[in-house]
């Protein structure tokens, strides 16, 4: 019995760091790993808490969907970056342009 | 967090806009905090109430008895909200699709070939076991999403592959079944959602499958991060 209650209180703990620790984080990247983990460990704590179905739901959700979406917003971030700083290589964004001229046609 | 991000003008200058923002943090914080003490304590809620007409729900879970029966109307408005996430991502980008400079491992690539179709075979066993066990629509199409955008990050170019019109239909699969069920519900003499009594187990079922699919494409399509090129609207 008090060997689960220390676990329950190390699980707790080790979720509130990681919550802290994301939120100070400078680096993105860091911050979006540690989310991950967090979405993991929260799973751990809902099965703790005996719902199932949330833990599945943020196991399959929060950490496996969540993480891959911010890391891909983070490398779109990043190649925007990129083209921002070169100026003269922005055929994507003219083809995006073009498009949304070809939306509004329609519409 | 007040503390941190260090070295912007060497020591943090005291600014008031922000001791006002802690002290609103701090006193949303003892509300909570106050409303979670006297919550009523070692309360059933409503367990009893759902456990008194589980027969009636068709299925053995009370947690899948709640989302798709008792307050089906819910999860409805949710489906539609992921559908509505799409059309917003949709309307606001086109997915490229362009390969990256470096080629994708061989490894990963047979990995993920083996295992996509064993997560589309968890996917469909989890929504057969939200009926009487944890699991459901929402879970089974998370799996599946998850597998589409594995898919994705090894280039195997599923998404741009698949006919659009087939996509936009499956994205549209859950909600429109959803809604259907709801108003042939109401055409047939019952309140919105009102299953047939006898008759739910399946239309349960019917629902979390149709659902799963949706819900599993959407969420590879928000991965996917826009609306395929050469879509049905570019003709």
Redesign the interface.
Known sequence: MTLIMLFDILLVATLLWLAWRL??T?DIFKAVVLFISFGLLMALAWVRMRA??V???EA??GA??TG??FL??LR?MERIRKEERRVDTDE?RDD?VK?GN??KE?I | MMMSKPGISGRRRFDPFLLLIFLLVLLLTLILARAVCTLPMGGEGLAGEVARFQQQSGVESPVTAVLLNFRGYDTLLEVMVLLLAVIGVWSLATASFVKNSFATSPVQISVVRLLAPLMCLVAAYLVRQGTHLAGGAFQGGAVLGAAGVLLLVTELPWLSVVPSLLLRIGLLLGPLCFLAVAILCMFSGRQLLQYPSGEAGWIVLLIESACAVSIGLTLASLFAGGRPGGDVSDD
Do not use: I, N, Q, Y
């Open positions: 939120l100070a400078e199932p179905d833990a599945l739901a399959a959700l496996g969907l891959p979406l891909s917003a779109r994507d995006d498009a070809k939306r329609t």
